[in-house]
Structures are given as C-alpha cells and as structure tokens.
C-alpha cells in the first residue's frame, strides 16, 4: 500500500505571509493523482488542489499552488498572502493509478497569527 | 444538489450496541467508501465500493460491514460497537471511470461517535 507522509504536524504563519505544508509519498506507480484537503473546525473536507502526476506544471488555485517533485515523490502546498480563514487542518492525499484507493497523510494543523 | 448526505452528525453507543450510519450521494458517483478520523491518525479507509453489489475492505475493517445495494447508498453497519471504535466517520465518493481518476473524493459533513 501506498503511504503518504505529512511531517508537518503544527505549522503557523504570520496573517499575509506565506506557508508551505510538506507532503511525501511512496509508491511505485508511474500514474497516480495527488490532492490537498482542507478541514476547518466544521469538521468538513474540502477540496483546496488536485495534481495529476503526468502533468508537469505545478497546480495552482488563487493563493494555492503546489511545488510537485515526481522524482522526489513530494507534494507541497504553499499558501501566499494568508488569511484567517486559512486556518485549518490540512491533509494531503493520494489516488491509485487503479482509483480504487485514496490514501491520506496524518495531517497538518495551520494557525494563522493575526 | 445535496452531494454526500450522511446521517446522524452525533450518535452515543453503550459497549455491544449495533447501529448503522447512512450515507446516500445524488451525485451519481460509482465509487463510494468510508473513512475514520483519529487524532494523529489521519483518515484511515474502512470499506469501499466501486459499485453497486461490489464492496472491499480497507485499511481497518474490522467490527464494521458494509453493503451497496444501489448507486446511491453505502450505509456502515456496527456490529457489537466497542471503546475503540469512537472516532469520527467521514462517507466520501468519487467517480471511477479511468477517464475521471483525477476526480477527488466528495465527503458528507461526517459523523461524530462515541461508544461508553
């Protein structure tokens, strides 16, 4: 089984400043699919960025973009101009080239300091 | 349009107790599973269907079944509920066409158990 490894577990950041979340992950697939999920203390999932691995060019969604390094099998996530709103639980996750499976890391909790 | 509706937000067992969390999606989504939440444990794949009649277990199955009758249900049965099996359940689908593995999971607002 594939494992995803967020080392990461607290992280906090300075409002308008920039964060990068770290994520790895093992596998010996060649095609697979990459996510950041989102849960604030709603306890909801939300979907922050998604990555597949074929594609060279890094993802990116407003202040979210993600530094992929296939050969390194990493997956960061930084945050730019931070926002209350930011703070959250943050998961990185993987899907099997099968898609049957998702695996998640462990989590990374990010404070945002007003 | 609902997503992934999953039912009771908050439920309390007593120790060998049974119950059965539901969890529909509308969104026609042929891959569906369920995940527990730990503290320091990230969420950990409990069963998972990749369509009606089909289902699979996952990284801890135990004390837990599961059927998929339809597309849009994929309800998690608790057979005898013990201690450790207070968490938080998260219900989420997905497409599962090849054509759509880049499709994330969509989770239901998730389910917060507590066994005594």
């Known amino acids: 089984a594939q494992t995803v490894t967020q080392s990461q577990p607290e992280m906090s950041v300075q409002e308008a400043e920039t964060v990068t979340l770290s994520c790895t992950y093992d596998t010996s697939e060649s095609d697979y699919y990459l996510f950041w999920y989102k849960q604030p203390p709603s306890r909801q999932m939300i979907l922050v960025i998604r990555?597949?691995?074929?594609?060279?060019q890094n993802a990116t969604e407003n202040r979210f973009s993600v530094n992929f390094q296939k050969a390194a099998k990493s997956f960061s996530l930084k945050i730019s101009d931070s926002q209350l709103g930011d703070a959250a639980m943050y998961f990185c996750a993987y899907r099997s080239a099968t898609g049957n499976q998702f695996y998640f890391g462990t989590g990374t909790s990010l404070t945002v300091i007003p | 349009n609902a997503g992934v509706t999953q039912t009771p937000k908050f439920q309390v067992l007593k120790t060998g107790q049974s119950m059965t969390l539901q969890c529909a999606q509308d969104?026609?989504?042929?891959?569906m599973s369920w995940y527990r939440q730990d503290p320091g444990m990230g969420l950990r794949l409990i069963h998972y269907?990749?369509?009606?009649?089909?289902?699979d277990q996952g990284e801890v199955p135990n004390g837990y079944n599961v059927s998929r009758s339809t597309t849009e249900d994929f309800p998690l049965r608790l057979l005898s509920a013990a201690p450790s099996q207070t968490s938080v359940y998260f219900c989420a689908s997905s497409n599962y066409r090849v054509s759509s593995y880049n499709s994330p999971l969509h989770f239901g607002n998730g389910t917060r158990l507590t066994v005594t």
């Open positions: 269907s990749v369509g009606a009649g089909i289902t």
């Open positions: 990555q597949e691995a074929y594609k060279q």
């Open positions: 969104m026609n989504h042929e891959y």
